[in-house]
């Protein structure tokens, strides 16, 4: 746990530190990804209203805006539990109990096919380190017994650590994305 805690402050600096604005080529290849998953069906695609120096992937609504992909957005609970509803860019969004932007209007459950996941740091078995409050591993860990949900860590490659310590609890992740591809 210490370990965890030392790590999740020297990211989040180095982060930070070292941040820059993508361009749409950094997504490139997960719309790719997008593309081979959709294949004529309509598919969901939760994200992350971007915060405290993580890439901005507000930059996707660009790049999908043709391609009949529904865009979730996380609004969290009590409990740290979350779960998604649809949203749009530039839908209204209110600040949460915990600071974050949710939507502002709620409508209906939904379940993301495929789910971008901010972190502090990654490794190279696609372990994740968040901000410790374990929102997405406890809804991965509640949900993919009941439906196979794609997940890809949107980080930049300076946030790559030699070894993520893990617990029972962490989600390994399918795909890290960062401005060098899509790792799986």
Do not use: C, H
Not at 43 to 61: A, D, W
Not at 148 to 170: H, L
Request: proline share 4%; hydrophobic share 40%.
């Amino acid at each position: 746990m210490q370990e965890k805690i030392a790590i999740r402050k020297k990211a989040f600096i180095n982060r930070k530190k070292n941040y820059f604005e993508v361009s749409n080529n950094f997504f490139k290849p997960l719309v790719e990804l997008l593309d081979q998953k959709k294949k004529n069906k309509k598919i969901s695609l939760s994200l992350y209203y971007p915060t405290n120096y993580e890439v901005n992937v507000l930059k996707l609504f660009n790049l999908i805006k043709f391609k009949k992909i529904k865009t979730l957005l996380p609004v969290t609970k009590a409990k740290n539990k979350m779960n998604f509803v649809e949203w749009q860019y530039l839908d209204p969004l209110k600040v949460n109990s915990f600071g974050m932007l949710d939507p502002y209007v709620q409508t209906k459950t939904l379940f993301p096919d495929i789910m971008l996941i901010p972190l502090l740091a990654f490794d190279s078995q696609n372990n994740r380190l968040g901000y410790g409050e374990g929102f997405y591993d406890r809804y991965l860990n509640q949900f993919l017994k009941k439906k196979y949900i794609t997940t890809i860590g949107v980080a930049f490659s300076f946030q790559r650590y030699n070894n993520i310590p893990t617990n029972k609890f962490d989600v390994k992740l399918n795909y890290i994305l960062t401005e060098k591809g899509l790792d799986q």
